[in-house]
């Protein structure tokens, strides 16, 4: 559920503030979207040890990513 919430609150920002997304390319947005999406619709084909596996390696990496944006409006006046 987590991950789908990630996907979720990427999905909204590119919405409603696009302006960070252009501030933030590095981050990867869109896949973050698709992935909800995917998990969201089509779970009963999801490979259960693909997903661990992304829980494992791609999530703590993109965890220290927003950390570093955590703060980005403050920052940025």
């Known amino acids: 559920m ?3 919430m990630l996907g979720e609150a990427a999905a909204r920002l590119s919405e409603e503030y696009p302006e ?6 590095d981050l990867p947005w869109h896949a973050l979207g698709d992935f909800r999406n995917r998990i969201a619709q089509g779970y009963f084909d999801i ?3 693909t997903l661990w596996d992304t829980a494992q390696t ?6 220290s990513q927003l950390d570093t944006i955590r703060h980005w409006r403050a920052e940025g006046e």
């Open 20 to 25: 960070f997304i252009v501030d933030h390319p």
């Open 2 to 4: 987590n991950l789908i």
């Open 58 to 63: 791609s999530v703590p990496g993109l965890l």
């Open 47 to 49: 490979e259960l040890t």
